[in-house]
């Protein structure tokens, strides 16, 4: 299509798109004779009294578009770039360098564990060598230039910031063991919000201007994300975390020229940074609520696993227990298990841990004591505070008896940095999951393939005596005792579980097993104990006077009598 401008009594014509042009840089104003044949015919009217003229020659057309074309640089493009030079100088400084790696890199750890929000903004403002610095700064000009200009000062900010943010989140959550820093998370959202402004925004862009956005930028932020990814020492999660937010950010935001309403972008920006400020804020609260954990394989030959934070490093605890450190060095994590040769209860797995935190440290004493449910076993949840090294610690254990295995999950910090670790303590506790002992699966399908066998029998009895499952126990003795009732093991067996767990009949089941085998030493101390167990101590020294009477000298009842406070000496013995 044609259409003609008459200046004086000179005509000029051009094609439609040449027209469309021209008036969107403000070359061809209101007041112009236009004649376009299929709209006005043979007449030539002013251009304003045509309803094409008046959507393209919209002063928020012009003006977004002169924007671009202006020369110059941007103001806030040569802040960003200065600012960061005179950091980079800066840290030339003797042991600057190292001061602000130290307290200004992403780092999880410090962020998560110590509340060190700040790192997530900083360290985009930070580069390791000139070449880092260099390669960040022309992307950053290249894109911030033009930017600027399209999308408005405001806008930049927020982007760059924004997108700097998201890196860091993803970085610092995706890969929390390494620590970052550099402006690419921010350049890399700034180049996905010129894609993103040229999608939105091509038919208002000068046609000298389109190749500085929308797909024409795609090609190079491809070939520039895939040939970081061929590096090794390049934070990927933050290139990609500053993509999304840099691509998001400017899929709500307006071009400062072109927002049609006033308060739209300002919405947006405020809730961009409310958003920042409140998961930043959390994150200093709370941050190790998102710790991440893996769980602990090297457990499973005990019957259970639990979770530790997935970053930190092994290492060996004042207690000598093998545990985990925080790369800060503020906690240490801990989870052991001890096996007993006689089962026993959670108050004497209390008292265990406590001696073993006062044998290496001065003055502790326990904060509190409480019975929790842990993975539907009863447990003890304990803090306890004593001096090391001359500094006040904190240990949170939970402390569980299951038969024989005494299990313990303890987390110790200094005592004024106690609080913020409480939830990824709840987190770890949480984690634990029991499973049945290797022993017990086996002894469970040699007793399936062999039910009539006495031998597989009593062995499934004493594996669920020593995993704490006491009435299945009694269930798995009393069948051995059925197929072989003159075999002393199976007796033995009832009697323990009877005697160690408390279980009521326990007497009763001794008098029948005194009368069955009265000379079998095995028996007789169990018989002994089971009575002493149901409250009637007497009668149990009285079974042992018995039996030392008709089995003198006998080593398992010497044992079992000075275990009792007997006397040990002879019949006819004189007594000196």
Same mark, same amino acid.
């Given at each position: 299509?044609?259409?003609?401008?008459?200046?004086?009594?000179?005509?000029?014509?051009?094609?439609?798109?040449?027209?469309?042009?021209?008036?969107?840089?403000?070359?061809?104003?209101?007041?112009?004779?236009?004649?376009?044949?299929?709209?006005?015919?043979?007449?030539?009217?002013?251009?304003?009294?045509?309803?094409?003229?008046?959507?393209?020659?919209?002063?928020?057309?012009?003006?977004?578009?002169?924007?671009?074309?202006?020369?110059?640089?941007?103001?806030?493009?040569?802040?960003?770039?200065?600012?960061?030079?005179?950091?980079?100088?800066?840290?030339?400084?003797?042991?600057?360098?190292?001061?602000?790696?130290?307290?200004?890199?992403?780092?999880?750890?410090?962020?998560?564990?110590?509340?060190?929000?700040?790192?997530?903004?900083?360290?985009?403002?930070?580069?390791?060598?000139?070449?880092?610095?260099?390669?960040?700064?022309?992307?950053?000009?290249?894109?911030?230039?033009?930017?600027?200009?399209?999308?408005?000062?405001?806008?930049?900010?927020?982007?760059?910031? @924004?997108?700097?943010?998201? %890196? $860091?989140? #993803?970085?610092?959550? !995706?890969? +929390?063991? &390494?620590? =970052?820093?550099?402006?690419?998370?921010?350049?890399?959202?700034?180049?996905?919000?010129?894609?993103?402004?040229?999608?939105?925004?091509?038919?208002?862009?000068?046609?000298?201007?389109?190749?500085?956005?929308?797909?024409?930028?795609?090609?190079?932020?491809?070939?520039?994300?895939?040939?970081?990814?061929?590096?090794?020492?390049?934070?990927?999660?933050?290139?990609? @975390?500053?993509?999304?937010? %840099? $691509?998001? #950010?400017?899929?709500? !935001?307006? +071009?400062? &020229?072109? =927002?049609?309403?006033?308060?739209?972008?300002?919405?947006?920006?405020?809730?961009?940074?409310?958003?920042?400020?409140?998961?930043?804020?959390?994150?200093?609260?709370?941050?190790?609520?998102?710790?991440?954990?893996?769980?602990?394989?090297?457990?499973?030959?005990?019957?259970?696993?639990?979770?530790?934070?997935?970053?930190?490093?092994?290492?060996?605890?004042?207690? @000598?227990?093998?545990?985990?450190?925080?790369?800060?060095?503020?906690?240490?994590?801990?989870?052991?298990?001890?096996?007993?040769?006689?089962?026993?209860?959670?108050?004497?797995?209390?008292?265990?841990?406590?001696?073993?935190?006062?044998?290496?440290?001065?003055?502790?004493?326990?904060?509190?004591?409480?019975?929790?449910?842990?993975?539907?076993?009863?447990?003890?949840?304990?803090?306890?505070?004593?001096?090391?090294?001359?500094?006040?610690?904190?240990?949170?254990?939970?402390?569980?008896?299951?038969?024989?295995?005494?299990?313990?999950?303890?987390?110790?910090?200094?005592?004024?940095?106690?609080?913020?670790?409480?939830?990824?303590?709840?987190?770890?506790?949480?984690?634990?999951?029991?499973?049945?002992?290797?022993?017990?699966?086996?002894?469970?399908?040699?007793?399936?393939?062999?039910?009539?066998?006495?031998?597989?029998?009593?062995?499934?009895?004493?594996?669920?005596?020593?995993?704490?499952?006491?009435?299945?126990?009694?269930?798995?003795?009393?069948?051995?005792?059925?197929?072989?009732?003159?075999?002393?093991?199976?007796?033995?067996?009832?009697?323990?579980?009877?005697?160690?767990?408390?279980?009521?009949?326990?007497?009763?089941?001794?008098?029948?097993?005194?009368?069955?085998?009265?000379?079998?030493?095995?028996?007789?101390?169990?018989?002994?104990?089971?009575?002493?167990?149901?409250?009637?101590?007497?009668?149990?020294?009285?079974?042992?006077?018995?039996?030392?009477?008709?089995?003198?000298?006998?080593?398992?009842?010497?044992?079992?009598?000075?275990?009792?406070?007997?006397?040990?000496?002879?019949?006819?013995?004189?007594?000196?």
């Amino acid at each position: 299509m044609i259409i003609e401008i008459r200046h004086h009594s000179h005509i000029q014509r051009m094609t439609y798109d040449d027209f469309e042009d021209r008036v969107r840089d403000g070359e061809i104003s209101g007041d112009t004779p236009i004649r376009f044949e299929v709209v006005t015919g043979d007449a030539f009217v002013p251009a304003h009294d045509l309803e094409l003229y008046q959507v393209l020659a919209s002063a928020p057309e012009r003006g977004f578009r002169r924007a671009l074309l202006r020369p110059g640089l941007p103001l806030v493009t040569a802040i960003l770039l200065g600012f960061q030079i005179r950091v980079y100088l800066w840290s030339w400084v003797p042991a600057t360098e190292t001061w602000l790696q130290d307290h200004f890199t992403n780092w999880a750890p410090a962020v998560l564990e110590e509340g060190e929000i700040w790192r997530l903004f900083s360290y985009g403002l930070l580069h390791l060598n000139f070449a880092h610095l260099l390669f960040n700064l022309c992307f950053l000009g290249y894109t911030a230039y033009h930017l600027e200009r399209a999308a408005g000062r405001a806008n930049l900010l927020t982007i760059y910031f @924004g997108s700097v943010f998201t %890196g $860091g989140i #993803l970085s610092m959550l !995706l890969t +929390p063991d &390494r620590q =970052s820093l550099g402006a690419s998370g921010g350049v890399y959202g700034l180049l996905a919000a010129a894609i993103v402004i040229g999608w939105k925004y091509w038919d208002s862009l000068p046609v000298q201007s389109r190749k500085y956005f929308g797909w024409a930028i795609a090609f190079y932020l491809g070939l520039s994300f895939v040939t970081a990814l061929r590096a090794e020492n390049v934070d990927h999660w933050s290139h990609l @975390g500053g993509l999304i937010g %840099g $691509g998001a #950010l400017m899929t709500v !935001l307006e +071009p400062e &020229r072109l =927002s049609r309403q006033t308060l739209h972008n300002r919405v947006w920006r405020l809730g961009a940074v409310g958003a920042m400020a409140l998961l930043s804020l959390g994150l200093a609260v709370g941050g190790s609520w998102v710790v991440p954990l893996q769980a602990l394989g090297d457990l499973d030959d005990e019957g259970w696993t639990v979770s530790r934070p997935t970053y930190w490093k092994s290492g060996w605890t004042f207690t @000598g227990d093998r545990g985990w450190f925080s790369p800060t060095l503020g906690a240490t994590f801990a989870a052991t298990t001890t096996v007993h040769p006689r089962p026993l209860t959670a108050d004497a797995a209390v008292h265990n841990l406590v001696t073993r935190i006062g044998s290496g440290s001065r003055n502790p004493r326990v904060l509190s004591d409480a019975p929790i449910a842990l993975a539907g076993w009863e447990a003890r949840q304990v803090r306890l505070r004593f001096d090391l090294s001359g500094e006040e610690q904190e240990v949170t254990a939970i402390v569980m008896a299951r038969g024989v295995y005494e299990h313990r999950v303890q987390f110790q910090s200094v005592a004024a940095a106690a609080d913020p670790y409480q939830p990824l303590v709840t987190r770890i506790r949480d984690s634990v999951a029991f499973e049945e002992v290797p022993e017990l699966v086996d002894a469970r399908a040699r007793a399936l393939t062999h039910p009539r066998s006495y031998g597989p029998a009593v062995a499934l009895g004493l594996a669920l005596y020593r995993s704490g499952q006491a009435l299945e126990a009694l269930e798995a003795y009393g069948h051995a005792h059925q197929l072989r009732p003159a075999e002393p093991e199976a007796i033995v067996g009832l009697l323990r579980v009877h005697a160690d767990y408390s279980v009521p009949g326990g007497i009763e089941v001794a008098h029948e097993a005194l009368a069955a085998r009265p000379d079998h030493p095995g028996v007789i101390i169990a018989c002994a104990d089971a009575i002493a167990a149901s409250g009637n101590q007497a009668e149990a020294e009285q079974v042992l006077d018995d039996a030392w009477a008709r089995l003198p000298g006998d080593r398992q009842l010497r044992v079992a009598r000075l275990n009792f406070g007997l006397s040990v000496a002879l019949p006819g013995d004189e007594t000196p």
